[in-house]
């Protein structure tokens, strides 16, 4: 996709397509008063015929305009005037760009934009439709053999701004939301793939090629021999039951002085996770094939920030594996030592997550990391907990959480602050082992939280559960591509500090 920033005049930037917007009530936007005039009220007097209410989200398709005019119109509905805000422009401009790709437009300018809202910047916008008009395009790679209907035509997006110094903020925002994108349609690309093709070995072959794209970024995977000898006894218990070998991934980003302390990303990679010996019920069991979700998550961010030339250091850490049930998989009530030394007792094979991660989080501390952040489909008690809304954040620090936050707020990818006290890892005692994997089902995000903390004594650590917000089931099942904004958002700012 092609931005081009202009200044000037919106509706007499010539495209393919212009993108305009009405308010509930029938208020058009400042952007499409000056074609409404062109089009002497053609526009305004859909409301009164009852052809356009514009409710939030609606899209009305516009052609045959006339001489000097736009070849089409999309019309946008905005919702209430009173109601309307960033999210809101998010929530209206996502449909308006999928109709305009249903058309044959080659360009389409987005004069909606442009409409005012209290404290969102040039910036702010060129982002925003950077990251929407890449997204409209996403297609899920499926497997589906009747022939493919036609891709879209839409190549350019022209983005009026009202001056040049406008204009050149928007254009950083068009590159930071581009990159964003391509770090959402990475993760979603994986994440959407069957655990068939999607094996632990086939997301060591993606970080191998991300490396060969990026100078900047080295690439070591770790096979069992290797992970055996870090005595990751906890990452072997999980891997035992599968016929597909372990893979602990690092990738190694240098964008700042080489004694900079790095950033380190760790992503739960579980390709498969049937529960084990622990066996899910079978209901909604393929949606499990998500469960790599936050290594999706981690190796599109680092195509992001590859892309960005980010002025930071930061290593990507992905233990990878299945979780299946087998002659030879660990078993309710086995006993293993992790990395850390420390010595686990695993009443429950299905909360195998932690266990990955736990030895990959002591593994972190080889880096001498500045911050660490683990992302990860950890538990099915956040989901109640938040619903598909928000992320669960966990961390010991006030100060990280509250970055956090700030970031998913900014890239509109929310994060919600969850407890994680001492009285968490309660639940968790053991009456033969340092502690168990599981506590009971009460405030389990938590716990499960307090597990990893176990692990993270003195790093500067924040834990994600993206269980909730990583994918959407039922109808609409795929991958969001969560919580690139936020992690992206969060780089950025701390490149910036
Ligand atoms: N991958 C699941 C968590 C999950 C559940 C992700 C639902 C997305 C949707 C995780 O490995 C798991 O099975 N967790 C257990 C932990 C329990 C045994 C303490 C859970 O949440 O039920
Ligand atoms: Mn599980
Ligand atoms: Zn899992």
Same mark, same amino acid.
């Given at each position: 996709m092609q931005f081009q920033v202009v200044s000037g005049k919106a509706a007499s930037t010539p495209s393919d397509c212009a993108v305009i917007g009405a308010y509930e009530g029938g208020t058009l936007a400042a952007s499409a008063r000056e074609l409404d005039r062109r089009l002497n009220g053609r526009i305004a007097a859909l409301h009164g015929r009852g052809d356009f209410g514009g409710k939030l989200g609606d899209t009305l398709l516009l052609t045959d305009l006339g001489e000097g005019l736009p070849v089409r119109i999309v019309l946008a509905g905005l919702g209430a005037k009173a109601a309307f805000g960033r999210r809101a422009l998010r929530r209206a401009l996502a449909p308006a760009l999928a109709a305009v790709t249903r058309t044959g437009a080659r360009s389409a300018s987005l004069d909606i934009a442009g409409e005012p809202i209290r404290g969102f910047d040039a910036y702010a916008r060129g982002r925003l439709v950077a990251e929407l008009a890449e997204l409209a395009l996403y297609r899920i790679p499926d497997l589906k053999t009747a022939p493919k209907p036609m891709p879209p035509a839409l190549a350019t997006i022209v983005l009026p701004m009202p001056d040049a110094k406008s204009a050149r903020a928007a254009e950083l925002g068009v590159e930071h939301g581009a990159a964003i994108a *391509?770090?959402?349609?990475?993760?979603?690309?994986?994440?959407?793939?069957?655990?068939?093709?999607?094996?632990?070995?086939?997301?060591?072959?993606?970080?191998?090629? *991300?490396?060969?794209?990026?100078?900047k970024l080295q690439v070591t995977v770790h096979g069992r021999r290797q992970i055996e000898k870090l005595r990751m006894g906890a990452f072997l218990a999980v891997t035992r039951g599968s016929d597909e070998p372990p893979q602990l991934i690092v990738i190694e980003y240098r964008g700042a002085a080489a004694g900079a302390a790095p950033i380190v990303l760790v992503g739960k990679g579980i390709t498969f996770d049937?529960?084990?010996?622990?066996?899910?019920?079978?209901?909604?069991?393929?949606?499990?094939?998500?469960?790599?979700?936050?290594?999706?998550?981690?190796?599109?961010?680092?195509?992001?920030?590859?892309?960005?030339? +980010?002025?930071?250091?930061?290593? &990507?850490?992905?233990?990878?594996?299945?979780?299946?049930?087998?002659?030879?998989?660990?078993?309710?009530?086995?006993?293993?030592?992790?990395?850390?030394?420390?010595?686990?007792?695993?009443?429950?094979?299905?909360?195998?997550?932690?266990?990955?991660?736990?030895?990959?989080?002591?593994?972190?501390?080889?880096?001498?990391?500045?911050?660490? +952040?683990?992302?990860?489909?950890?538990?099915?008690? &956040?989901?109640?907990?938040?619903?598909?809304?928000?992320?669960?954040?966990?961390?010991?620090?006030?100060?990280?959480?509250?970055? +956090?936050?700030? %970031?998913?707020?900014? %890239?509109?990818?929310?994060? $919600?602050?969850?407890?994680?006290?001492?009285?968490?890892?309660?639940?968790?005692?053991?009456?033969?082992?340092?502690?168990?994997?599981?506590?009971?089902?009460?405030?389990?995000?938590?716990? %499960?939280?307090?597990?990893?903390?176990?692990?993270?004594?003195? +790093?500067? $650590?924040?834990?994600?559960?993206?269980?909730?917000?990583?994918?959407?089931?039922?109808?609409?099942?795929?991958?969001?591509?969560?919580?690139?904004? *936020?992690?992206?958002?969060?780089?950025?700012?701390?490149?910036?500090?």
């Open positions: *391509l770090g959402i349609r990475q993760t979603r690309d994986l994440a959407n793939l069957p655990a068939n093709i999607c094996t632990p070995a086939y997301l060591a072959n993606t970080a191998r090629g *991300l490396a060969k794209r990026h100078r049937s529960g084990g010996i622990s066996l899910k019920d079978p209901g909604g069991m393929d949606e499990m094939k998500f469960d790599m979700s936050g290594a999706a998550s981690v190796l599109g961010t680092m195509a992001a920030v590859a892309q960005l030339a +980010l002025p930071l250091n930061i290593v &990507c850490v992905v233990p990878t594996c299945e979780n299946m049930p087998d002659g030879r998989a660990v078993k309710p009530g086995d006993i293993v030592k992790t990395m850390s030394g420390q010595t686990v007792e695993i009443l429950n094979t299905d909360a195998e997550g932690r266990l990955i991660l736990c030895d990959a989080l002591h593994f972190a501390r080889r880096f001498k990391p500045a911050t660490v +952040l683990d992302v990860a489909t950890l538990t099915g008690a &956040c989901v109640i907990a938040l619903g598909p809304h928000l992320s669960g954040v966990f961390t010991p620090d006030d100060r990280l959480a509250a970055e +956090l936050l700030a %970031a998913g707020t900014r %890239a509109d990818d929310g994060a $919600w602050r969850m407890p994680l006290t001492e009285d968490y890892a309660e639940p968790l005692k053991s009456n033969f082992a340092d502690f168990a994997n599981v506590g009971g089902r009460e405030g389990g995000a938590s716990v %499960a939280a307090a597990y990893l903390a176990k692990f993270t004594q003195n +790093l500067n $650590w924040a834990h994600l559960d993206i269980a909730g917000t990583a994918y959407l089931g039922g109808a609409q099942k795929s991958s969001t591509g969560r919580p690139i904004g *936020l992690l992206v958002d969060f780089l950025l700012a701390r490149a910036q500090r």
